[in-house]
């Protein structure tokens, strides 16, 4: 049974910093590319960045440059850094696994999901 579970969320105010993880367990994703997620009160679950097999990234435009995505394959872990924090980075954070190839960029490409971790960004 694949289990993803993340750890790392919680409160921290504006222009703070938070790192996320990752553990996945039950098949390695060495070949796959893992991701993070995040979905707001009232909001779509959007991704936030994506890292491939080969260490290639991608980041939503509003997080370039404050967030930073890795990889430890031999963890079978994620990571997600976080840094200078604004309000509207409050959501909860997903992990996320893929069965395919290839980079994936929509919720619909993902096969496992971590339980989610609450970031709240206070003022």
């Known amino acids: 049974q694949v289990q993803l579970v993340e750890s790392g969320g919680g409160l921290v105010q504006a222009g703070g910093s938070l790192r996320l993880s990752c553990a996945a367990s039950g098949r390695t994703f060495n070949s796959n590319s893992m991701a993070w997620f995040r979905q707001g009160l009232g909001k779509a679950r959007e991704l936030v960045a994506t890292?491939?097999?080969?260490?290639?990234?991608y980041y939503k435009d509003s997080v370039k440059g404050r967030f930073t995505i890795s990889r430890d394959n031999a963890q079978n872990t994620v990571y997600l850094q976080m840094d200078s924090l604004k309000l509207e980075d409050t959501a909860t954070y997903y992990c996320?696994?893929?069965?395919?190839?290839?980079?994936?960029?929509?919720?619909?490409?993902?096969?496992?999901w971590g339980q989610g971790t609450q970031v709240t960004v206070s003022s």
């Open positions: 890292i491939g097999h080969r260490y290639s990234t």
């Open positions: 996320a696994a893929t069965a395919r190839f290839g980079m994936r960029y929509g919720p619909r490409d993902y096969d496992y």
